[in-house]
């Protein structure tokens, strides 16, 4: 009723009374966060309980207070009673709250109002703002860790979490260099100890929530119990375990509202320290190398790396033969020149010119011209190093023009071997039922007479499995590359031959077909059956991009330009053309420009042109497709 009434008072109620020690005890019955406020100063004149819990601010912190500390957009002045408004308001130790208020009056002429305050956050917005703060601070870290700057880089880290999470503390320890003990990153604390014991990383392999009530099994969990905190989080970091990061809180529900949050932010902390471990390693190998100029320079030339040495102005002091060899320059043309302008790389200009540098800077792959503009892949290293007292740069340059193919091939020999393999079964497991089918129809033939018209059929059924059964065999010898079996033939009788079994089709599709041949030598070398299946594929490809209209299909013989001897066929159409996304993997395994095709066909027509030391190149346009092959020209020898 009480409750009832606050809401419900009417304008002729105006000189209703309230006291101040009421005013609290009546405002604690209503069910709702609450706020009462002078409506004209904007000043709080008491809060709830439940807006206490809500936000986490008491009393004594808000009353007095103008209500625009609280709402981050409060227009109290064009505020209408009773309208439901929707704004963010502030909370203590943990992000804002999206909230829905209403106005009423208690007293419009002594100016009292009371807000009715509900949170309308369904936990999107919330986990939306959290997500931002936790990328943020990342970047943050991220761009100092850049700096190469190791206390630097631990001090974010404190900084960041502490105020992503909403905490009141945190705290670093590491371990230090003879693994005995754990170090406080900012010695001289006075609640958490310089040192802790080692064996603090063993207890402690994920992260660690303590808060009172819960079992004491660690000094650090001692440490939260005597201080009387209400939550102390212990946080592993590093891959390899080097140091513990703690915060503490007065929030108890900061692991249950933060916890994949904070899971996430040390993932990437671990990143980050690692890379850290990894950039000392460097440097540490770094320093040993350039010890001694003694040392350094009989490595120098040593090297079969190119090395450069640069003086703070960028130009030239010394240089490998190694690098002159490759780079095909001699030391007197680059001695003293600025190196920017001997290897004109983007890259490199944009790297030297930073005022902060990593001590090791890394561009792989990088691509530099030698003098008669030949493009050379490298992998390029930048080392900070003191040479004769003054800051120098030296560039490291290493070859990998063999690894870049030495990659390929592999990649390539995987792929044929995995393509090889799956057309040996499959040619296999067809060419068994093939098998039946033929016997089968060699014995309906002995049943039946002459006379029999089914008797046309039934032959053609028996060449056609001849045929496949060929054409299977083939595919079981391409699998084994048996070029023992290579035969010289006539491609253009085979082209020729293979053109006369589409005619139906042709007609079919409206297709008008024609082959021009120039040479008169078109023997070739090879497996003819393969070669079969190469033609066939790419004629049955051309006639299908070609079904709205009709179109024309044309194949051309001519000899090639080339010492080797080769012969050129080109097979051209007038389709609709490749689609632009599968031009480039069009000879890859399983890549299809078909709705129901195996992306099959041109892989494997790709394996039997290669096997036969032969090219096959595609052009592709709206207007259609050439695809052409050259095969090699059989010797006289073979002739």
Request: include cysteine; charged fraction near 30%.
């Amino acid at each position: 009723m009480i409750v009832k009434n606050l809401f419900n008072i009417k304008k002729d109620h105006d000189d209703y009374l309230i006291s101040s020690d009421e005013l609290p005890l009546l405002i604690d019955q209503i069910p709702y966060p609450c706020v009462i406020v002078e409506s004209k100063s904007k000043v709080v004149l008491a809060i709830n309980y439940l807006f206490t819990k809500m936000t986490n601010y008491g009393s004594h912190e808000l009353i007095g207070e103008e209500i625009s500390s609280l709402f981050k957009q409060f227009p109290l002045e064009r505020v209408v009673e009773g309208k439901a408004y929707k704004d963010l308001i502030k909370a203590k130790r943990k992000p804002e709250l999206a909230v829905t208020f209403e106005l009423h009056y208690i007293s419009q002429k002594k100016n009292l109002a009371i807000l009715k305050i509900t949170e309308s956050d369904s936990g999107g917005e919330k986990q939306k703002t959290i997500n931002k703060k936790i990328n943020d601070s990342l970047e943050r870290i991220n761009r100092v860790l850049l700096s190469g700057e190791k206390q630097q880089f631990f001090q974010a880290v404190l900084d960041e979490i502490r105020e992503t999470f909403y905490c009141s503390k945190s705290y670093l320890y590491l371990m230090n260099s003879q693994h005995s003990l754990l170090e406080n990153f900012k010695k001289g604390n006075l609640i958490f100890p310089n040192t802790l014991p080692a064996i603090e990383l063993e207890r402690i392999k994920n992260i660690d929530y303590w808060s009172p009530g819960k079992r004491v099994l660690t000094e650090i969990h001692r440490i939260g119990r005597r201080e009387e905190y209400s939550s102390v989080i212990t946080i592993p970091i590093g891959d390899e375990t080097i140091g513990l990061l703690i915060i503490v809180s007065e929030n108890e529900l900061i692991y249950s509202q933060f916890q994949e949050e904070l899971k996430s932010f040390n993932k990437w902390v671990n990143h980050f320290v690692n890379y850290l471990n990894k950039l000392d390693k460097k440097q540490q190998e770094n320093t040993g190398l350039l010890k001694n100029n003694i040392s350094y320079s009989k490595l120098f030339e040593q090297s079969n790396d190119c090395l450069v040495l640069l003086n703070h102005q960028q130009m030239i002091m010394r240089i490998n033969k190694r690098f002159l060899r490759i780079m095909k320059y001699s030391s007197y043309e680059l001695i003293g020149q600025n190196i920017i302008d001997i290897l004109q790389n983007i890259e490199l200009k944009h790297l030297l010119g930073k005022e902060e540098k990593n001590p090791v800077e890394i561009i792989n792959p990088i691509f530099l011209h030698d003098r008669d503009g030949n493009s050379i892949p490298m992998k390029m290293k930048i080392i900070e190093s003191i040479w004769e007292k003054e800051k120098s740069n030296l560039i490291i340059l290493s070859d990998i023009s063999s690894e870049i193919k030495a990659k390929q091939t592999i990649e390539k020999i995987e792929g044929q071997a995995a393509l090889g393999e799956m057309i040996a079964y499959f040619a296999h497991e067809v060419r068994n039922p093939i098998n039946d089918i033929s016997t089968g129809l060699q014995l309906m033939r002995k049943r039946i007479g002459i006379e029999d018209p089914n008797l046309q059929v039934i032959d053609r059924m028996q060449s056609d499995c001849i045929r496949m059964n060929d054409l299977m065999e083939s595919i079981l010898s391409f699998s084994r590359q048996d070029i023992s079996k290579f035969k010289p033939f006539d491609c253009r009788d085979l082209l020729e031959r293979i053109n006369r079994r589409f005619q139906n089709k042709y007609q079919i599709r409206k297709i008008t077909s024609r082959i021009v041949c120039k040479p008169r030598d078109t023997i070739v070398i090879g497996d003819i059956r393969s070669i079969d299946q190469v033609f066939t594929n790419i004629i049955n490809n051309a006639t299908d991009a070609m079904t709205d209209n009709g179109g024309e299909l044309s194949i051309q013989i001519d000899r090639k330009m080339d010492p080797l001897g080769f012969l050129e066929i080109k097979i051209s159409d007038t389709g609709h053309g490749i689609p632009e996304e599968i031009k480039e993997k069009l000879f890859e395994p399983l890549i299809s420009g078909k709705e129901r095709g195996t992306g099959l066909g041109l892989a494997i027509t790709k394996r039997i042109i290669e096997t036969h030391g032969g090219k096959i190149g595609v052009e592709s346009y709206t207007s259609g497709t050439i695809f052409t092959i050259a095969l090699k020209l059989a010797g006289k020898e073979n002739k």
